[in-house]
């Protein structure tokens, strides 16, 4: 049986202090093409994107509603 496995992606993300700042990261990224899922965490500052998005639209993405973000 074969699988279609979308590669994941690890974003660094600056200057989330809440939930909210999570949701509105998480809205962000999977309002990109490509992106399957993205699941934010608040504890690393950190966000794995599953799907085959550009990474610099993700970037773009988090920063375009007032984040920092980096591979």
Known sequence: ???DIKPE???QVEGMH???CVARVK???EAVDGVL???VSLEEGS???SGNADVQA???A???IGFGASV
Do not use: G, Q, R, W
């Open 27 to 29: 809205d962000a990224l």
């Open 47 to 49: 966000a794995v994107v």
């Open 18 to 20: 809440c939930p909210k």
């Open 9 to 11: 992606m690890k974003i």
């Open 62 to 64: 988090v920063e375009s």
């Open 58 to 60: 993700l970037v773009s």
């Open 37 to 39: 899922k993205a699941e």
């Open 1 to 3: 049986m074969l699988f």
